[in-house]
């Protein structure tokens, strides 16, 4: 892959905040489609670990973003990214991600800020009230720094990161207004399009898979541990007795269900049913256990998930060679941003010792 941006191709742009394993959550809502358009060689797709972003909640424990740069990493080549064909690199070390948001910063009003939701949310869980950090508070005009700095032009996400990319298209619409059009590319998010991947929910039927809500089902979970998530996991309250209709809506095991199953899943391992919609069918009429449902289950994710193991543990094998791959992303990673930083310091007029107009008045 050559050092600068590939402009034949589309550029992509998306990353991880390195405070954990990646879980199923990540795996649905943007990593999948990831390895999906990395395989159609039409992009030019960049990943990033976002350390930078993870410690603006995180300033306390560096350590804890330390230990997940290569887990994460290990995530990622598990799913099935390739780093021949993704450029997969650390965003503390790419100059230019911390420069941009400086003039990104006086483009955005506080309370602009303010009203993010998912920014909103997250303050909310954090308890942050006086304490909130500003850096955590501005990471939406980082995050627009991070997409704009390649100029990707999609942006794979779930659909919690939506206010972030608005974000960044307003930085780009008013940059364009103030300095000039043709340098930064207005972003468009990439959902899912299965509404249960959008938003996974947890395990335990909240809204949405959280490490800190503890109900997370993790991309490296050994074939026992990810059973007994399974056959733990909440269902319908009101569903009984085996012969008790019961709610397929706002049921964990079949939102899951949804989001991964196919129907050779059902000609395989539950053949008395052609597809979901029928098991659904007599879920909701009574008569079918969950005991059945969650075996299912159980099995269609283990298939997915053991190729996902296996590459892990192949690639676990040589960390040197995986910090070399982080290395090499990320050189490439400062080359491509570097030339867009110095596109964006001309057009706001503050390259003053290479500016021919500028010097001219003086020397
Ligand atoms: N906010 C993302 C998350 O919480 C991480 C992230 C940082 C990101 N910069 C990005 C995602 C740029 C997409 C594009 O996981």
Same mark, same amino acid.
């Given at each position: ?131 909130? !950090? $500003? ?6 005009? @980082?995050?627009?720094? %991070?997409?704009?700095? =390649?100029?990707?032009? *999609? ?96 049921? !964990? $095991? ?6 991964? @199953?196919?129907?050779? %899943?059902?000609?395989? =391992?539950?053949?008395? *049913? ?90």
């Amino acid at each position: 892959m050559s050092n600068s941006a590939n402009t034949e191709k589309k550029i992509i742009l998306t990353g991880d905040r390195p405070t954990g394993s990646l879980h199923l959550g990540h795996y649905v809502g943007s990593l999948r489609k990831r390895v999906e358009l990395q395989n159609t060689g039409e992009y030019d797709q960049f990943v990033m670990i976002a350390d930078l972003q993870a410690l603006t909640d995180n300033a306390d424990n560096p350590g804890k973003i330390r230990d997940n740069i290569l887990e994460v990493t290990l995530d990622y080549l598990a799913a099935g990214l390739e780093p021949d064909k993704t450029t997969i690199f650390v965003q503390s070390h790419v100059p230019a991600l911390t420069e941009l948001p400086m003039f990104y910063s006086n483009l955005v009003t506080v309370s602009r800020l303010e009203r993010n939701p998912t920014v909103k949310a997250e303050i909310k869980m954090r308890n942050f009230e006086r304490s909130l !950090p $500003v850096g955590f508070m501005t990471y939406p005009i @980082s995050q627009a720094a %991070d997409i704009t700095a =390649f100029k990707a032009r *999609y942006v794979p996400v779930g659909d919690d990161q939506l206010p972030m990319i608005e974000q960044t298209r307003e930085i780009v619409s008013n940059f364009n207004r103030i300095y000039g059009e043709g340098i930064l590319v207005e972003p468009e998010a990439i959902l899912s399009s299965n509404s249960a991947c959008k938003r996974l929910v947890g395990t335990d039927g909240n809204a949405k898979m959280s490490k800190s809500l503890g109900n997370c089902i993790y991309l490296k979970d050994d074939a026992k541990t990810l059973k007994q998530k399974i056959m733990s996991m909440y269902t319908d309250p009101l569903h009984i007795n085996v012969s008790d209709p019961g709610h397929t809506e706002n049921n !964990p $095991v079949f939102i899951y269900l949804e989001a991964f @199953s196919t129907d050779d %899943d059902f000609a395989n =391992f539950m053949p008395d *049913y052609k597809n979901l919609a029928e098991m659904k069918e007599h879920y909701e009429r009574g008569g079918l256990g969950d005991m059945k449902c969650k075996k299912f289950l159980n099995s269609v994710m283990q298939q997915m998930l053991e190729p996902i193991r296996q590459r892990r543990e192949e690639y676990a094998k040589d960390k040197g060679a995986l910090l070399e791959m982080l290395k090499k992303g990320t050189e490439r990673a400062v080359e491509v941003s570097n030339e867009t930083l110095a596109q964006v310091r001309n057009a706001i007029g503050i390259n003053y010792f290479d500016d021919k107009t500028f010097l001219d008045k003086y020397i």
